[in-house]
Nanobody, 122 residues
Framework: QVQLVDSGGGLVQPAGSLRFSCVVS????????MAWFRQAPGKQRELVAY???????EYATFVKGRFTISRVNAENTVYLQMNSLKLEDTAIYYC????????????????WGQGTQVTVSS
């Protein structure tokens, strides 16, 4: 079973930047569709960005142009670079790994990191 360890959260001012990392163990990062989700207080978990095992990338509309997802195969790691952070980006961010034929976050077929808190505040 693949294991994910995500990190990189913290407190940042609006317009600031953070970078998350998700280290994959137990398998190759290229064997999975990798994604970042987030969950704000009182809200449902939502997809932020994903990179498919073949390399295709998509972003949620609310982060396009601000966030960048990337994968470093040699490090077995997926990154999420977040720039121009807004107050509404405050949430717990989770790394997710799904099998190639599964949509990221599919219940029962995905693995999750432990989550990392981001607080955007002035």
């Amino acid at each position: 079973q693949v294991q994910l360890v995500d990190s990189g959260g913290g407190l940042v001012q609006p317009a600031g930047s953070l970078r998350f990392s998700c280290v994959v163990s137990g398998s190759s990062v290229t064997s999975y569709n990798m994604a970042w989700f987030r969950q704000a207080p009182g809200k449902q978990r939502e997809l932020v960005a994903y990179i498919l095992n073949g390399g295709s990338i998509e972003y949620a509309t609310f982060v396009k142009g601000r966030f960048t997802i990337s994968r470093v195969n040699a490090e077995n790691t997926v990154y999420l670079q977040m720039n121009s952070l807004k107050l509404e980006d405050t949430a717990i961010y989770y790394c997710n790994a799904a099998p190639p034929l599964r949509t990221p976050g599919t219940p029962g077929f995905s693995s999750w990191g432990q989550g990392t808190q981001v607080t955007v505040s002035s």
